[in-house]
């Protein structure tokens, strides 16, 4: 026994010493994975602004630029992260979509949100918009009427440090007067009708975006703007989107 002694002791250090050598490596072969990772999803940004959006006539630099910086990866399940920046719309769960990053872009534009403004979204699904948003302005009051998805969204949003977001659960229809009046309001699910509480809480130089139309007829993005004057709609563009559902 007491020959190998020293064998083993010098077996045991010899162990230690190439685990010391190793776990180091190994660091470095996971952090080089999570870099080229993270590398090929700038990378993707980069592409989704420059083919999708700014050669389809988004011009302005605080949109392109959020465009670039948030990660849609961190909104869309899973099993979808590789088709991200495709510029489609993907399915995040309980009959809800993810919009596709073109018109994220445009209606964001055409809202022309600062960074003083208060801005009211209704239809967080998955955080995504309200995280463009929220690199956009002062603050962001999202509603989400899917129990799930609400959560869902806080959680990521706050795990991205978006500490401007604000998420709540509930019925959008009637917005978040305990915040209004609004800057800017910003409807991602489409009414037969505009919400008339909707249009009350804009502020005065207010705008709101919304996608109005029936479900299987043709829908418009519409513009309303509150002067001092009254309010005007204008229409944008013809789109496809999820029908604006209410707590019965």
Known sequence: MAHNMPRRATLLLLLLAVTAAVIPLLAQTDLFRRSAVSEDTQAARRRMVEEHIAARGVRDARVLDAMRKVRREH???ADLASRAYDDRPLPIGYGQTISQPFIVAHMTEALGVEPHHTVLEVGSGSGYQAAILG???RTVYTIE???ELARRAASTLKSLGYRNVHVREGDGYAGWPQ???FDRIMVTAAPA???RPLIDQLAVGG?????VGEQGRPQWLTVVERTAKGVTERRTIPVQFVPFTRTR
Do not use: C, N, S
């Open 207 to 211: 705008r709101l975006i919304i996608p």
């Open 193 to 195: 009708e505009i919400p």
């Open 179 to 181: 915040h209004a009046p």
């Open 135 to 137: 690199e956009l302005a």
């Open 145 to 147: 009427i899917v129990p």
């Open 75 to 77: 909104f869309v399940p």
